[in-house]
C-alpha cells in the first residue's frame, strides 16, 4: 500500500483547505483512513479517521465542527475538508492506513504513511 498526500498550502485563519489522500495497491475501503498532523517541536497527533467502508468518523476535539473526513471508493481518495482554519492547525498533515477493524487513535496503529503535506495558516 502506497499513500499520496496532497493539498497544502498557506491561507490565513478563516479560510479553507481540502486534503487528499491516494491509496495504491488496496481499496481505501478495505482500510482504516487516519489523518494525523505534526507541529514543529510537537508530537504526532490525531486529526480524524474513518472506518472501513467509512461508516463511522471521528474526531479529535480540536477540529471536530470543523474538519470533515470522507472517501471516494471510485476515486480510492479519502479527503480531509477543513473549514475554519485556525493558525493552531498549521502542521505537516499525513494519511496513514490501518488494516486492523477498529479505529484508533494511536499513530502506532498505523501500518501505512504517506509523505505529509505542510498546511500553515496565518494569522
Known amino acids: 500500500v502506497q499513500l499520496q498526500a496532497s493539498g497544502g498550502g498557506s491561507v490565513q485563519a478563516g479560510a479553507s483547505l481540502r486534503l487528499s489522500c491516494v491509496s495504491s495497491?488496496?481499496?481505501?475501503?478495505?482500510?482504516?483512513i487516519g489523518w494525523f498532523r505534526q507541529a514543529p517541536g510537537k508530537e504526532r497527533e490525531f486529526v480524524a479517521a474513518?472506518?472501513?467502508?467509512?461508516?463511522?468518523?471521528y474526531y479529535a476535539d480540536s477540529v471536530k465542527g470543523r474538519f470533515t473526513i470522507s472517501r471516494d471508493n471510485d476515486k480510492n481518495t479519502v479527503y480531509l475538508q477543513m473549514d475554519h482554519l485556525k493558525p493552531e492547525d498549521t502542521a505537516v498533515y499525513y494519511c496513514?492506513?490501518?488494516?486492523?477493524?477498529?479505529?484508533?487513535?494511536?499513530?502506532?496503529?498505523?501500518?501505512?504513511w504517506g509523505q505529509g503535506t505542510l498546511v500553515t495558516v496565518s494569522s
Open positions: 496513514a492506513a490501518s488494516v486492523i477493524v477498529s479505529v484508533q487513535r494511536d499513530p502506532k496503529y498505523y501500518d501505512y
Open positions: 495497491g488496496r481499496s481505501v475501503s478495505s482500510l482504516v
Open positions: 474513518a472506518s472501513r467502508l467509512g461508516g463511522a468518523t
